[in-house]
């Protein structure tokens, strides 16, 4: 993905992005299901805040992509999640 092309004007989007980044990083080089599943909780822990933004907007273009956005990153997390369970 582009980030010049596809930035969202919001200052808490762009606060939490960076540690999304970086937990996503970590499930993706995990060794483990338990370790990706530890990872995919901290994950839902930082797109709740998101998701539960006070500024939501639903009008605004960029806080309909945050919402896409953070609802397929959420939904992600919860598969990992069940895969721990599984396991």
Same mark, same amino acid.
């Given at each position: ?36 599943? $530890? $990872? ?48």
């Amino acid at each position: 993905m582009d980030k010049e092309q596809n930035k969202i004007s919001c200052q808490i989007f762009n606060k939490q992005e960076p540690a999304i980044n970086r937990i996503t990083e970590e499930i993706n080089k995990a060794p483990g299901v338990p370790e990706k599943a $530890w $990872w995919a909780e901290e994950l839902i822990k930082e797109v709740k805040i998101l998701l539960e933004c006070p500024q939501h907007d639903g009008a605004k273009l960029d806080c309909m992509n945050c919402r896409t956005i953070c609802g397929l990153r959420n939904r992600t997390a919860n598969l990992v999640l069940k895969a721990g369970k599984l396991a």
